[in-house]
């Protein structure tokens, strides 16, 4: 399972695209009346989708729905080489943070949608208490990270092609009734619950795929429909066996959801709100395998 795109509704499309593919460096996949897909490599899957909405509005706070997409790079030197690159061009940061189990670089794309870049440590390195996993906001070595670079001087080219969609983190108006979503309907594991006020789930063991959190978000409404910001993330299952598990896991807890009749060249969707009605798409890609 992993998290494999996220849509964005932005203000000015083209001030969108100038950010995501002229700083970031990610690919147009596609394009369509007032969106397009974006995608790291020239061939792959989109992991960004952008929509512009006509006079869309900023949104509020406090009120539910992003935190941040979180972008994640193949290795510690990719994220050095992206924080160049960001240096280079004199984009404001927001913060720095090692995490453990990861080195994350923060910022906002221009309608202020948060981003997180990151990279991963090896799994064998993750630190492991009594109570599990454990992941922590700590300062970020930043002059350690540069190291990562040496003496490689290669001009900048875009994102590298092996980046992808790494998690989502949401803010939730009651982390119960999103535990209740996430967890035991949908059925990913809790990973983490020692922040107060947060909480983190994943499949597979991964530290996070979904983070949520009331921090400034308790007993907030949705933000307005024309609002920039987060509309619907993308889960890819492993196979139809696991998406006839959501559909019957729903279905069982009285949750609507909607199923996408496939056309001949793709396969089955369902897509569900959670409780402050996000959109999350749940597909199954046929993958071709070529020895």
Known sequence: MRILNVHLQVADLVRAEEFYCGILGFKVATTGPQSIELRAESFGDPIIRLTEVPNATPRLEPSTGLFHVAILLPNRKELARILKRLAEVRYRLQGFADHGVSEAIYLAD????????????????????????????????????????????????????????????????????????????LGFDIMQKTFVGALFLSADGYHHHIGLNIWNSKGASPAAKDAVGLSRFTVEMSDLIALRHIQLQCQRSGIELEEVQPDKSSMPSLLVRDPDGIEVEFVVQERIFVN
């Open 110 to 185: 221009p309608d202020g949608n948060g981003i997180e870049l990151y990279a991963d440590r090896p799994r064998t390195e993750w630190p492991i208490t009594d109570d599990g996993l454990e992941m922590y906001t700590k300062a970020l070595d930043v002059d350690d990270l540069m190291v990562e670079l040496g003496t490689d001087v290669q001009e900048w080219k875009g994102i590298h092609p092996a980046t992808t969609m790494g998690h989502i983190h949401l803010q939730v108006s009651d982390l119960g009734k999103a535990e209740h979503f996430y967890h035991r309907t």
